[in-house]
Every structure is written in C-alpha cells, then in structure tokens.
C-alpha cells in the first residue's frame, strides 16, 4: 500500500502484479552537475558494427542500458566474446561467422534490425525475425529491404523472417531514400562498408549518431565519406579490423534531465555533452524562459523563473526538434503559463505520456498528430504508468515537479535508455526511489 496525494493506493491492484516502478516525491527543486551517460542511438549500431569489423574492438563510454545488454546478447548469440569492465564494453568477434538470431533475442529490442546489415556485411548471409510494430506504432522497415535488394541482396520474407543472401554488388550505385530514416542509412553503411564498390545515400540522416557510427567504421578501416550531411559516400575495403572507440554523449538524456531541471525550476551543470547537437533543444528551453548556457563540454541549465509556453514545436528529422524529446518536452510545458502546441510529424503514436499527464491534473487536448497544452498551476502526484521508453521519462520529469507522491510503474521501459535514473537524479536533489 502506498500514499499518492490525498488517496493510499494498492501497487499490485489490477492484475496484481507490479512491474516494477520509481516512487517519487515531487516538488524538490534540483541542483548539482550530472555526468550525462553515452549515447544508447549511437552505441546500438557501432555494437552492430563491432561484429561487422572482426577483431577485438574496445567501446568507450558504452551506457549500461537494458537495450545494449540485448545487443551484446546477440552478438554472443552470433559467436562473439562480448565483457563489460564498468563503462567500457570489450567485444571480440574474430573467427565467428554466425549470421541468425533467434526471435527471443529480435523481439527484445526493436532497433536490432540494425544487425541486418552488419552481419550481412560480415558472412553474405542473414536470417533474423523482425516483429514490426511497437508502441510507437508500426515501425516499417521498407526503406531498409528496398535498399539491400538494390545493392544485390535476395531478400525472402515470411511471416515476419527475414532471410536474407548477398547476391552480386553492383560496382556503383546511388540511392535515395524517400525519408531519412536514421536506422535505413545504418544498415546501408553497415552493408556497403566492407567488400566492391561506391555506394552514395542520398536524403541520408543527418543525426549526430550516425557520424558517430561512420567514425567508427573509418578507424576500423572503412571509406565512409559526407555523414553529417545528406550525402553519404561509402567505398567498400577489402578488410576491417578492430578498434579503440568512444561513443558520443547521449543528447537525449541530456535533453531529459533538462526537463528535470525545468519541472522543479532547479539549476544544473550537465557534464560531458556536445550541446553542438543539441540545438533544437536548447532553443525550447530558452524560450520557455530558462537560462540555457552551454561551454565547451558543460551545459548549464536554470529555471528560476515561471515558465512560458512556446510557439508550436515540430518534430522532424535531424537537425530539428527531435521527436525523442517530444514527450519530455510536453510533461514540461503542462506547467507553462499559456497554450503550446506540439505537432509529431515523425511517429505515429508518440503521444502516450498524454493520457498519464491528464491523470496528475495535466490539460492537453490531443487531435492527430496535434497536442495543445495549456499549462496548469500545479500538477498532482498520481499512479502513472510508463508505455515506451521517452513516455516514462517524460512521466518522470512531470512527477519531480508535482505537489506530493508519485509512482511510475514499467520501469523496464525507461530502464532501456536511461542508467539508474534514480540514482542520477537522487545525486542532485530529487526524493526518487526504485520499487
Ligand atoms: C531511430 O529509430 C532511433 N532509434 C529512435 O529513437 C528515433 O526516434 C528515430 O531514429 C528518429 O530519430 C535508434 O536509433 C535505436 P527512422 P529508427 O528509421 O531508425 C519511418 C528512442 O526513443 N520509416 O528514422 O527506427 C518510421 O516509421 C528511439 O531512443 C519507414 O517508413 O527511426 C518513422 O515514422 C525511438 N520505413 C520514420 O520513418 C522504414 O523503412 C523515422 O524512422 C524506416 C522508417
């Protein structure tokens, strides 16, 4: 039993289970410096890459997330010796040639298509399951299988298996993509990385994550030319080899404990940051009336004063508002003064943290793709249930600045891209507590 606001509530009640959850008394207002963790969008794929390249590659810098311990269960799966030494993940994948992964490991994280491509790279051949939709709703991966059939790859689908051989790779080829989509110019890097010919994306992503993961290709051997624009030029070598690599910080964490610090009107350092990524982010934050000062490695955020609504945010592909800080952005602005607007253009069931808002006195109007926010006085401590990895954060950040208890249950979902969120946020100030 436990006390939420005015009520005491039964955690088990319903199905009587509890999936585990964070208990948090809100209204402490943050202060301290956070070292923000690596970045889980970029150490997925470079894991990926690892398998691609042979050899023994040392990752830096690699976040103790539920999503890259599934990553390195694959690669174990496929023949790999994978160790974590505290931040650093050693992986060592000479002499295996494994090329299929079972459905239990696919289906515990949905960005594992990205393996397609690597271990295509690596053997010629492919076969793994993909489950489709998730929470955010179906997660196609045309864009991906259009891709590979083109560079040669005979790919038979069914029902939900894809197995998938290299076929004759064509000296070279140009392809566009109708969207930038950020998992599509992966598995193209990873597959065109090694072996004949020039391949060039065109409408690449531009995320930061994917340069990270070009950067790492490059010091394993590979020609990888143009990431960070949207023109990506890849050469295949001959050869890959291991390397010494540290993964970029993970903006969105950043971005998370930024809203933390807004919802409680605390005051941070963040640490180990690229605020040249960050942007879009930043801007939001200004404009809700924070001090947003970003200095070499650091980013100091304030909120001391009210905060304002901001015009209409839209999510869209790298270099705009990022559609993962959508939801976080949104628990926010429930306790700006005035009307927002948030328009997702990227997913199509983004907005799943809005009906748990509403349960802790939260006012937002959802119609399509459109949330209007009009901010409240004061949010109320509710039982609040987290249902994808961003909602549970941004559910997170809008319990630190309620009035009284809080309890956010899934925490599987936020233990996929967040470190020990309560023993972050306990470090600088927050009463937060894993049950
Ligand atoms: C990556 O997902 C990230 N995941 C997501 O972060 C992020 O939200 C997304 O990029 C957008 O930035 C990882 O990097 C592991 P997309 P991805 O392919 O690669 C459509 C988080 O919370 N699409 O750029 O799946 C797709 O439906 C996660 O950390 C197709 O239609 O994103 C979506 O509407 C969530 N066909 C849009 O493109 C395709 O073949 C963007 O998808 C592929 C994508």
Known sequence: MMKIGDRTVNLAEGDGSFAGGLVIEGGRRLEGEIKVQGAKNSSLPV??????????????????????????????????????????????????????VSESLMSKMRSSIVFLGAILGRTGRCRLSFPGGCELGPRPIDLHLDALRRLGVRIIEDHGVLDCTSGERPFHIDITLSLPSVGATENIMLYCALGEG??????????????????????????????????????GVKSLHGCSFGVMPDRIAAATYMGACAATGGELVLSGVSSKDMYSCMSVFSEMGCGVYPYLDKLYISAKKPLRSVRTIRTTPYPGFPTDCQPIVMAVLCRASGTSMIVENIFENRFMAAPELLKMGADIKLE????????????????????????????????????????????????????????????????????
């Open 198 to 235: 020039e391949t060039v994306i065109y409408n690449a992503a531009r995320e930061p994550e994917i340069a990270d993961l070009a950067e790492y290709l490059n010091r394993c051997g590979a020609c990888i030319r143009g990431h960070s624009s949207s023109t990506i030029v890849i050469n």
């Open 47 to 100: 894991l990926a890459a690892a398998y691609l390249c042979g050899g023994e590659s040392v990752i830096h810098n690699c976040p103790a997330l539920s999503d890259c311990y599934a990553a390195c269960r694959i690669l174990s799966s496929l023949g790999c010796r994978c160790k974590r030494e505290g931040s650093t993940v050693i992986v060592d994948s000479g002499g295996t040639e494994g090329f299929s």
């Open 368 to 435: 399509g793709r459109v949330a209007v926010i009009e901010g409240v006085r004061q949010l109320l401590g509710a039982r609040v249930r987290a249902k994808d990895l961003r909602a549970g954060a941004a559910l997170t950040v809008a319990a630190l600045g309620a009035q009284g208890t809080s309890v956010v249950s899934n925490l599987h979902f936020i233990d996929r891209g967040y470190e020990s969120i309560e023993t972050v946020l306990s470090s600088v100030g927050a009463s937060i507590k894993r049950v």
